[in-house]
């Protein structure tokens, strides 16, 4: 089992940039891969990045190819996703989640985070 929560989330101006960290506890969390989903309001949640357990690969939401970098510190049991050039349609609770494959899909993310809220100002 693993535990995850969000830390990072904010307010920001348009084309600043915020680092979200996903903190996890659980002995197996090397084993999994780590997605980011964000979830606006009215609107379905939606894949935004993920990193394999090794983290040799990594996915991204075409929305955020060459804005956003995701990674991962095994030793800390963290994922992180740096988001720069930010825009107003960022904006969202952004959730962590864990799952055994690497995927894009959040029906294959196990367990998830409780959010944390990014705001960008235009």
């Known amino acids: 089992q693993v535990q995850l929560v969000e830390y990072g989330g904010g307010l920001v101006q348009a084309g600043g940039s915020l680092r979200l960290s996903c903190a996890a506890s659980?002995?197996?969390?090397?084993?999994?891969?780590i997605g980011w989903f964000r979830q606006a309001p009215g609107k379905e949640r939606e894949f935004v990045a993920a990193?394999?357990?090794?983290?040799?690969?990594?996915e991204y939401a075409d929305s955020v190819k060459g804005r956003f970098t995701i990674s991962r510190d095994n030793t800390k049991n963290t994922v992180y996703l740096q988001m720069n050039s930010l825009k107003p349609e960022d904006t969202a609770v952004y959730y962590c989640?864990?799952?055994?494959?690497?995927?894009?899909?959040?029906?294959?993310?196990?367990?998830w985070g409780q959010g944390t809220q990014v705001t960008v100002s235009s």
């Open positions: 990193i394999r357990y090794g983290g040799g690969m990594t």
């Open positions: 989640a864990s799952s055994l494959p690497l995927s894009t899909m959040a029906i294959d993310y196990d367990y």
């Open positions: 659980g002995r197996s969390f090397s084993k999994y891969a």
